[in-house]
């Protein structure tokens, strides 16, 4: 028996095997490619040889239109199987044009197939353990790389699509770092002497330790913040040598000179960063200062009370001074403390950390824009929110989509982009400490009588 048909309706392909050969996937049947004509047509043949099923459509050369339809099918539909083959032919696309995690992407496809209520038909998802391979290969295929997984950081290797235009530096060796940047940021380097870093450690893909990030300052005013990311080093550890070779490859290969550099108070950062640049003025986060201090002070039995709760608070104000009235503030502070053991205790501890470990130059941050790096652990808790637990290629991914942002919108050296406004209540208060230390400075008010006045905000 011979049927005529046209049309596009019911007309899917599926892939099959690692070699991806097709199969016709339509009104119920599977067919496989058996034979081509002169005139381009070519036939399928059923394919279910269990009971010797000899139906076989015609398809025009565009593969788009049935021709003819050659004899009735022994065999019965089974479109429950096609909905399962369907699936998973998705679940393979969506390997090569999505980065998630495969297993993830196997939730997503699968889910709802095992619902459909106009067959009776067994249409359970296939176990994962039976598509897995057929995925990874997939994606290895289109990402041209052998692996996607990796044991340590010297197995390491990032896809072209991936370095391309975005890896920076590949280091060698068991700590092999890997730097990554946007070129068309590089023009910032110039304009630039002040730098801010950061580290996270929750969001970053095995076997890296940490995402290590380098900001700069491109055009912050009282009232907006605009900081970008420039630099995004994938580290193995936090060892001191990690960082000075960061340090060290910034500066011999991307000639990035370094005059003003803050971050958290990791030693092993501003070591690296004083080895590298032996005449940087190196600024520690204030946000971090004022939470050690409060930490200690609370081990030290410092926050029962408001008297002792002023010494903490006029202490961390001391920051707020500019270096040189420091020593005068700290005597006043201790003038003013009790005399009890909860006092000398820690007395004694802001003095070994903070005036003998720590000079004052360091956590000085009189006049500064940016007193703190809470715009980097921003950007890194963004980053983390945003992407989650990935897979190492999906990472990288991201990041080189944040580069290509910013990189896109330099012109005349400058980053055109929507700044992040600050709270009034931040401008407010920055601007009221700006005119306290003024005074001090113009001699109109004493070092007392300054940290009074700061410790009126909290």
Not at 70 to 93: G, M, R, W, Y
Not at 115 to 130: M, T, V, W
Not at 279 to 304: P, Q, R, Y
């Amino acid at each position: 028996m011979t049927s005529s048909s046209s049309g596009v309706v019911d007309l899917n392909f599926v892939s099959i095997g690692q070699k991806g050969k097709k199969k016709l996937v339509r009104g119920g049947y599977q067919y496989y490619f058996q034979s081509k004509n002169l005139r381009g047509t070519q036939i399928w043949r059923c394919s279910n040889k269990g009971v010797r099923c000899n139906a076989s459509v015609t398809l025009n050369s565009a593969l788009n239109t049935v021709i003819r339809e050659s004899t009735t099918h022994t065999c019965k539909p089974n479109f429950s199987k096609n909905k399962i083959a369907l699936a998973v032919d998705t679940l393979k696309e969506h390997c090569r044009t999505e980065w998630k995690p495969i297993p993830e992407l196997y939730e997503e496809c699968m889910k709802g197939l095992d619902s459909d209520s106009d067959s009776s038909e067994n249409s359970e998802p296939p176990p994962f353990s039976s598509v897995k391979d057929a995925c990874y290969a997939a994606r290895k295929a289109v990402l041209n790389n052998s692996k996607l997984k990796f044991k340590n950081v010297q197995e390491v290797k990032f896809p072209e699509i991936l370095t391309n235009k975005f890896l920076l530096y590949e280091g060698e060796g068991e700590d092999k770092i890997f730097i990554f940047g946007s070129p068309g940021c590089m023009k910032l380097i110039k304009k630039n002497d002040l730098y801010l870093a950061d580290g996270t450690f929750k969001s970053v893909p095995n076997p890296f330790e940490q995402l290590f990030t380098v900001h700069v300052d491109i055009g912050s005013t009282r009232e907006v913040t605009t900081i970008i990311p420039i630099f995004f080093c994938l580290l193995p550890n936090k060892k001191e040598s990690t960082y000075t070779e960061v340090f060290r490859i910034l500066k011999e290969k991307f000639q990035v000179s370094i005059s003003f550099f803050k971050s958290d108070w990791e030693t092993a950062i501003m070591n690296a960063v004083k080895t590298v640049y032996p005449d940087v003025k190196i600024k520690g986060c204030f946000f971090h200062f004022s939470n050690a201090i409060w930490k200690n002070a609370e081990k030290f039995e410092m926050t029962l009370d408001k008297q002792h709760r002023r010494i903490v608070r006029l202490t961390t104000n001391l920051a707020l001074l500019p270096v040189e009235y420091v020593p005068e503030g700290w005597l006043f502070i201790m003038n003013e403390a009790p005399d009890d053991t909860a006092t000398a205790n820690f007395v004694a501890y802001f003095q070994k950390q903070w005036m003998g470990k720590i000079c004052a130059n360091m956590w000085c941050c009189s006049q500064e824009r940016h007193r703190t790096t809470n715009a980097l652990e921003g950007w890194h808790y963004r980053l983390n929110i945003k992407i989650g637990k990935a897979n190492l290629f999906s990472y990288v991914k991201f990041l080189k989509k944040e580069a290509t942002f910013y990189a896109k919108r330099i012109k005349n050296n400058k980053v055109y982009t929507e700044p992040r406004k600050r709270r009034s209540k931040f401008i407010i208060k920055d601007a009221k400490i700006s005119g306290y230390i003024e005074d001090l400075i113009k001699g109109k008010i004493t070092p007392e009588e300054c940290l009074k006045d700061l410790c009126r905000f909290k």
